[in-house]
């Protein structure tokens, strides 16, 4: 089924802990094309995304909205909305930069497996192959 609306909220500045170390990543929504965005843009950079850059964007519109709870992922991750999007993946250096496809995940404030993430992002970069980062909000 479909998640009764978009997520909402202002943008902020959000962390993750991923295979470079601490991140940061500038979340905001948007409109593209006339569709509600949610993009997510690298403050720090890594060796393969540089600062600046897209890292993901998804639709938040509620016809691209699914439930968490539709049975994709375990009840346990605490997954409330999820978003289908693009995640932007290169070698070192950003060579073969190119978008794969993802979902931007949205998670119960009331704890889960992922308890303080507030947003997730999986990337899918196989056939099998899946990679989440985990969003928390910045302290500063």
Known sequence: ?????????????????????????????TVIDGRKTVEGRKVTGDVNVPAGELSFRARIDPDNAFRGDDGKYPFDYGVMARYPGQGRVAREGFVDAKWVDGELLRF???????????WGFVFEVGADKRFLLLFENLAI
């Open 1 to 29: 089924g479909r998640s009764p609306g978009p997520v909402g909220g202002p943008s902020s500045s959000m962390c993750f802990s991923g295979p470079h170390g601490k991140e940061v990543v500038h979340i905001y929504e």
């Open 108 to 118: 119960s404030s009331s704890g889960g497996k992922f308890e303080g993430a507030a």
